[in-house]
């Protein structure tokens, strides 16, 4: 049985930081791009991929709304995904989920069909 489970959510104050983790078990970790995603609240808000990386860790994919910001990345001998979110933002606040990535292209990457988390709450208070 697959499971994926995030941590490391919560309450941040604008320009300050907070890490996620993802562990994932029951698949083989190191054979998937991995990404993370986020849906804000309010009506109408889609959940949007805002960094995926490869399965060796030496390609990466940010949304230009993080980039400069958040780094991904894994420890595939752990089985564990990070994202470090620096200079957080009012507007980064959402659920914030890990997935195996289905599809990657060129400014894009989506884990419809893939294995997910139930997420984890980020709040940026101003």
């Known amino acids: 049985q697959v499971q994926v489970v995030e941590s490391g959510g919560g309450l941040a104050q604008a320009e300050g930081s907070l890490r996620l983790s993802c562990t994932v078990s029951?698949?083989?970790?190191?054979?998937?791009?991995m990404g993370w995603f986020r849906q804000a609240p309010g009506p109408g808000k889609e959940r949007e991929g805002i960094s995926c990386i490869s399965w060796s860790g030496g390609s990466t994919y940010y949304a230009d709304s993080v980039k400069g910001r958040f780094t991904i990345s894994r420890d595939n001998h752990k089985n564990m995904l990070y994202l470090q979110m620096n200079n957080l933002k009012p507007e980064d606040t959402a659920i914030y989920y890990c997935?195996?990535?289905?599809?990657?292209?060129?400014?894009?990457?989506?884990?419809?069909?893939?294995?997910w988390g139930q997420g984890t709450q980020v709040t940026v208070s101003s």
């Open positions: 029951g698949l083989p970790f190191s054979d998937y791009s």
């Open positions: 997935a195996t990535v289905t599809e990657w292209r060129y400014g894009y990457c989506s884990a419809g069909g893939g294995y």
